[in-house]
């Protein structure tokens, strides 16, 4: 079955740089496109950054409270993304999961992802 597992996230000081990893298996990892996605204490699920399927073309989408600062990637070699997130500030802190979908039209909404992780944290203090 298809198992997303995120690592990376952690304790940090605001202004510092964490990245964090999503590693696919149970999927052809080059044919779908990814997304970070977080979730704050007593908030709902907010969209963070999503990459096309292909290395080229399709690109990348960001929310604009992460634009700049964050920079969404992936290997489909390794079947592995990323998110390299500087400048971090104490409203980024949250549980970060990474989701993946079959269909190639890049997306903020979460209902459009079928699968899952079961997310890291990422706590910034000030």
């Known amino acids: 079955q298809v198992q997303l597992v995120e690592s990376g996230g952690g304790l940090v000081q605001a202004g510092d740089s964490l990245r964090l990893s999503c590693t696919a298996s149970g999927l052809i990892f080059g044919q779908y496109k990814m997304a970070w996605f977080r979730q704050a204490p007593g908030k709902e699920r907010e969209f963070v950054s999503a990459?096309?399927?292909?290395?080229?073309?399709?690109?990348?989408l960001y929310h604009d409270a992460v634009k700049g600062r964050f920079t969404i990637s992936r290997d489909n070699n390794k079947s592995a993304m990323y998110l390299q997130m500087n400048s971090l500030k104490r409203e980024d802190t949250a549980v970060y999961y990474c989701?993946?979908?079959?269909?190639?039209?890049?997306?903020?909404?979460?209902?459009?992802?079928?699968?899952w992780g079961q997310g890291t944290q990422v706590t910034v203090s000030s």
């Open positions: 990459i096309s399927w292909s290395y080229s073309g399709g690109g990348e």
């Open positions: 989701a993946a979908d079959l269909v190639t039209r890049l997306t903020p909404v979460a209902t459009e992802y079928d699968f």
